[in-house]
T-cell receptor, first 114, second 114 residues
Framework: EPEVTQTPSHQVTQMGQEVILRCVPISNHLYFYWYRQILGQKVEFLVSFYNNEISEKSEIFDDQFSVERPDGSNFTLKIRSTKLEDSAMYFC????????????FGPGTRLTVL | KNQVEQSPQSLIILEGKNCTLQCNYTVSPFSNLRWYKQDTGRGPVSLTIMTFSENTKSNGRYTATLDADTKQSSLHITASQLSDSASYICVVSTFSGGYNKLIFGAGTRLAVHP
C-alpha cells in the first residue's frame, strides 16, 4: 500500500512558539486532510483541503491554525502560537474525495508543547 | 450529535483464537462505514469500507458486518496472530459538500498473546 510521509516524526516546542508540520502526498490525490489525536482519545478531524483551498474545517481549527501547499507538492499545517493543549499526534491524510475514498494516513507527527 | 461508540474498550486473546469487536453509531447522513487498524505510533490503515447496502465484507482474516437498520457493525478477526495486536477503529463517513467527513470511534485496543 502506498505510504504518505510526514516530517518531523516528533516535534518538541515551547508554548507560544510556531510549528510547521509537513506531509508529502503519495501521488495524484487532490484531497488532503489533517487530523489530530490527543493521547488516549479519538482521532479528530481538523481540516480538509482541495484545490489549494480549505473546503471544510472543524471548530478545533481556529485562527492559530493554517494549511497550505507551498510548493505544489508538500502539504503543511502551521500552528502559530502553540498551547499546552496542542500536544497530540497530528496525522495528514489524502484521498480522491469520492464517497468510497480510502483516505491514506501518514504515520503522524507527535507534537509536544512544553 | 454524530457519534460512534465501540466496545469493548480493550480485549486480550490468545494467539489463534477468534474475536469480535462491536460498533454502534448515530451518524446522519450516513455514507459508509469503515474499519481501520492503527498500530501503536502509526496512522490508521483501512481494512474495509461498506455502504448501507452491504451486509458483510471480508479482507483476509478480517470480516466486517453492517446492519444499517440497527446502526451496528462488527469486525470479526479469525485465527488471530500476534501482529493483530493494535487498535481497531470504527469510522463512519458522511458525504456532504463534495467530500467525506470521517467520524471516529475511540477504538478497541486488542492484545494478542502467545
Amino acid at each position: 500500500e502506498p505510504e504518505v510521509t510526514q516530517t518531523p516524526s516528533h516535534q518538541v516546542t515551547q508554548m507560544g512558539q510556531e510549528v510547521i508540520l509537513r506531509c508529502v502526498p503519495i501521488s495524484n490525490h487532490l484531497y488532503f486532510y489533517w487530523y489530530r489525536q490527543i493521547l488516549g482519545q479519538k482521532v479528530e478531524f481538523l481540516v480538509s483541503f482541495y484545490n489549494n483551498e480549505i473546503s471544510e474545517k472543524s471548530e478545533i481549527f481556529d485562527d492559530q491554525f493554517s494549511v497550505e501547499r507551498p510548493d505544489g507538492s508538500n502539504f503543511t499545517l502551521k500552528i502559530r502560537s502553540t498551547k499546552l493543549e496542542d500536544s497530540a499526534m497530528y496525522f495528514c491524510a489524502e484521498g480522491t474525495g469520492t464517497r468510497m475514498d480510502t483516505q491514506y494516513f501518514g504515520p503522524g507527527t507527535r507534537l509536544t508543547v512544553l | 450529535k454524530n457519534q460512534v461508540e465501540q466496545s469493548p474498550q480493550s480485549l486480550i486473546i490468545l494467539e489463534g483464537k477468534n474475536c469480535t469487536l462491536q460498533c454502534n453509531y448515530t451518524v446522519s447522513p450516513f455514507s459508509n462505514l469503515r474499519w481501520y487498524k492503527q498500530d501503536t505510533g502509526r496512522g490508521p490503515v483501512s481494512l474495509t469500507i461498506m455502504t448501507f447496502s452491504e451486509n458483510t465484507k471480508s479482507n483476509g482474516r478480517y470480516t466486517a458486518t453492517l446492519d444499517a437498520d440497527t446502526k451496528q457493525s462488527s469486525l470479526h478477526i479469525t485465527a488471530s496472530q500476534l501482529s493483530d495486536s493494535a487498535s481497531y477503529i470504527c469510522v463512519v463517513s458522511t458525504f456532504s459538500g463534495g467530500y467525506n467527513k470521517l467520524i471516529f470511534g475511540a477504538g478497541t485496543r486488542l492484545a494478542v498473546h502467545p
